[in-house]
């Protein structure tokens, strides 16, 4: 988001605020947001349990 939309957000009430947190909610529900909510809730999950790559297997991964 650009630097203008968040000042313009950061200017609105509280009750304001709230309605775009609300519809952009309903955004994420979407089907094309759901696929990155469920990838998020994974890696979340992963990293909880200590699956995370390092620095080196990521550039081993790209034959960097």
Do not use: C, P
Not at 32 to 37: A, G, M, T
Request: proline content about 0%; charged content about 40%; aromatic content about 6%.
């Amino acid at each position: 988001m650009s630097v203008v939309k968040m000042d313009v957000i950061e200017k609105l009430d509280e009750e304001d605020r709230e309605k775009i947190a609300y519809f952009a909610n309903l955004l994420m529900q979407q089907t094309k947001y759901r696929r990155l909510k469920k990838e998020v809730e994974e890696r979340r999950q992963e990293i909880k349990q200590g699956e995370i790559l390092t620095h080196s297997e990521i550039w081993d991964s790209m034959n960097v």
